[in-house]
């Protein structure tokens, strides 16, 4: 990129991302001196179109927040509400919600992987030119996702924004036929999961590591979904209605998009390597399996180009798990309890595929909600990227400009951003100072 002052260019659309932004750079000496991850995204105002909402009505409307991973926004806005009125959910309620949760992780995880982030390592500019030399993968992928839709459909009434939770359990709960049905299909993901934590643990990944700050659910007898106290590798301890303890939103002048600090005022990284090695003694033997045969734990917590890995992992998991729930599935009575609702404040934090997902709503005397904070994992994981931006950049700043740019756009995807609940990106400025 030479030693120029004030050197700027422009990638009109970042591929394989969702959401639009720009990244500024300061060096000086060849030094990053500042990182600028600028998600210029216009609000969409979903935390003022849920007041004076009942509270299922609010689980359908944050539904709309995104099209990937609906379900996340679903799951933390009715453990909230429960949590608060006092509900207690038949088992099998519980279990299904997993089962949904399940079906989630499938379909991000495996569109993520193969669409999104396999072409940076295969050395493709999209998945299209992929699936050109490699046909199979590509198709293996979609299969993949297919399985998740599928249970998305059978269980939320349709694979986008589905429609079937509400406050005490489901609309309606699905005939044990209907679920054995998926089986094969899920026999199948399971077998595709397994064989594609062995094709990106065969990846390489570009040179780089650091000391991250990690934070996710940690459950006592489960890997976390729904449900867990809020941990990290400094020593965090919360419930999941009290991340504000611990962690707030913070404006930077650069960018549309709140950012999220730890109490220090420091970053800190949410998502599926955070989650693998906070809770890697809760997967389910078969991920744990996957795991241990790549030997990748410690590369997956210090490198963030590793983080394909864990996601891999953890779609071993969330389709072992979704066999073992339909192979235990009993139709409960009912589909749902009845609740009176009451005031007070509901909140509850849920793992989104991209990493820890925080609700908070204010229920008023008549019921309803009066004031809504929603904290996705993408703001949370901003400041992280910054910084692992910063620190990697000098090593790239010397390629040609094209090559530079792949680097930290690979870097990017690396965490799966979504900031519309993301990223269109990218728009690079890079000073010289000095």
Request: aromatic share 6%.
């Amino acid at each position: 990129m030479g030693h120029g002052s004030d050197l700027r260019f422009k990638v009109e659309n970042l591929t394989r991302v969702e959401g639009e932004g720009s990244l500024r750079l300061r060096v000086r000496d060849g030094i990053v001196e500042e990182a600028q991850l600028a998600i210029f995204e216009a609000p969409r105002y979903f935390e003022a179109l849920v007041a004076g909402r009942t509270p299922d009505e609010v689980i359908d409307i944050v539904a709309r927040i995104c099209g990937i991973c609906p379900v996340a926004y679903q799951m933390s806005a009715v453990h909230a509400f429960e949590d608060l009125f006092g509900i207690a959910v038949d088992p099998q309620v519980r279990a299904l919600r997993r089962l949904l949760y399940c079906g989630e992780w499938i379909e991000s995880h495996a569109l993520h992987i193969y669409l999104l982030h396999a072409p940076d390592f295969l050395g493709y500019p999209s998945a299209v030119e992929l699936a050109r030399d490699h046909r199979e993968l590509v198709t293996d992928g979609l299969r993949l996702k297919k399985s998740g839709n599928h249970l998305l459909s059978i269980l939320g009434g349709r694979p986008i924004h589905p429609v079937s939770v509400k406050v005490g359990g489901f609309s309606r709960m699905p005939l044990r036929k209907e679920l054995t049905a998926l089986r094969p299909s899920l026999d199948e993901a399971l077998r595709l999961s397994q064989a594609t934590v062995d094709i990106v643990a065969g990846l390489e990944a570009p040179a780089f590591e650091r000391e991250p700050r990690l934070v996710s659910l940690k459950h006592r007898a489960e890997y976390p979904l729904n449900d867990g106290r809020i941990v990290s590798t400094d020593g965090v301890n919360l419930r999941p209605s009290d991340w504000g303890e611990a962690f707030h939103e913070v404006q930077v002048p650069w960018s549309n998009a709140l950012q999220s600090r730890g109490g220090d005022g420091l970053p800190y990284l949410l998502g599926p390597s955070a989650r693998v090695v906070l809770a890697s003694d809760q997967l389910h033997p078969l991920a744990k399996e996957a795991l241990a045969r790549t030997g990748a734990l410690e590369s997956i917590r210090r490198n963030p180009y590793r983080s394909i890995v864990a996601r891999a992992v953890e779609l071993v998991h969330a389709t072992a798990e979704a066999i073992d729930i339909i192979d235990a599935y009993v139709r409960p009575g009912e589909p749902s309890v009845a609740y009176t609702p009451r005031p007070g404040v509901a909140a509850w934090a849920t793992e989104a595929p991209r990493g820890l997902l925080f609700h908070r709503y204010v229920v008023g005397d008549d019921g309803k909600v009066a004031a809504a904070t929603i904290v996705p994992p993408t703001s949370q994981n901003q400041a992280a990227i910054e910084a692992d931006l910063a620190t990697f950049a000098p090593a790239v700043l010397d390629l040609p400009m094209a090559e530079a740019t792949h680097r930290l756009e690979q870097l990017i995807r690396s965490y799966d951003p979504c900031i519309s609940c993301a990223t269109h990106f990218l728009d690079l400025t890079v000073e010289r100072a000095g």
